[in-house]
């Protein structure tokens, strides 16, 4: 008979008046095992293309040796390791039954001059869930994987989530053709780190398929750490518009034209920069941002002719984001129409929301109320590879605090009472999904999406 590890009885909270967690309400080897993830990210951070920073891209001999040490402690955790065909590294551990397997992971590229947890944490999280199960010798009902994708930075190629879009068949003919920055392309990467780049178009003889796809995840932002809270369920990775606006007036001599006689791009870039920031502020949930701006030519005595900009506009609920977006191209029209300037205005990207699934998200918010800790969904602003995996199989995220919100920056940092309580949560998430699968034939018999088992095709 299939035996849960035991559940402990009501516990008290869990949560300091300071944020921090108390460990003495944690399973007495949840810092023990948290511990040993800090070490291993700790570890893992050795492995840099640059000696002064950690810098990890795709196809590189850094990734190959952090590849190596995970694989290392994927198989003491119990697991047989391969490499398919771009370099993602994969651990299985075997279920009571065949089937497709249960995906947990997350990523080991970075990028460059990065923190030690963004990806690896999520790795190293699911790898000591799984080595739980075999010190006590417990198979679930369903197989586990864990999934170290080679690229989801793009740092090298410019293109991000390599490694999950080649696992659902989602490559294109022109990404083997993209070129690094020495020349080199994609598909000689490929070879060069051990894979096979003329598998990589055929999702037939690359087909991957598995249930449900589960990932833990440093939060990058200070949401969590506001609140006080060590973990966070993830609602929706939120939907993406990048628009490329310009502003066009006429340059002129800085000494020469009167201001009643300027048309300057500059001050009506300036108003919609302000523009941006209330409606954004209006609009709950929403996050919009102008991250870059030019004036030019650019000289201190020039009137500016052309100011070009780019606007981030993000938001869990699509709708909101493009209402959103079409209330800003009004405001930069009524804007540019009072100063008697032109408008350039371009979608550059429209990245649909990417909803968690309800019924494994619910199961991961029961898993963190057990260990003691509230229960806060929020979504994530961030891309990770459940937004690519989310074409084929239900998702769901985990966020752990993280120190000041900082991220991609050598700064980024989590603590060991955090990340013991992450593994807590996934541990007791096992165990709810094994219960589930046992009152029923498979991993959807929870409600998880039907087409779950569907290959790539
Ligand atoms: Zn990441």
Known sequence: MFRFWPRRGPTAPTVAADGSVLPGSLPSDALTRGQRVMERCNLLARHSEEADRLTRPYGTPSLRAAQN?????????GMETRQDAIGNLIGSYPGRHSGPPLLLGSHLDTVRDAGRFDGMLGVLVAIAVVEHLHQRNE???????????????????????LGSRFLIGALDSTVLALRDEAGVTLQEAVEVFGGNASALLFPDSVSYSFAGYVECHLEQGPVLEHLQLPVGVVSAIAGQSRIAVAFSGQAGHAGTVP????????????????????AARECEGAVATVGQIAAEPGA???????????????????VQRHELCRHLETEARAIAGRRAIDLGWRIVEDQPAVACDPALTALLADAVAATGCPVHQLPSGAGHDAVTLSAIAPVAMLFVRCVRGISHHPDESVSLEDTAVAIDALDRFMAGLAQKQMAGPDLQAGGCAEDARAGPE
């Open 139 to 161: 198979r679930l009902p369903f197989p586990v994987e864990v999934v170290a994708f080679a690229d989801e930075e793009g740092l090298r190629f410019h293109t991000a989530y």
């Open 300 to 318: 201190s005595n020039v009137i500016p002719g052309r100011v070009p900009l780019t606007l981030d506009v993000r938001h869990q609920d699509d």
């Open 69 to 77: 040490d995970v694989a290392a402690w994927m198989r003491s955790a």
């Open 259 to 278: 201001m009643d006689l300027r048309r300057d791009p500059l001050g009506a870039a300036a108003e919609f920069v302000l523009a941006v920031e209330e």
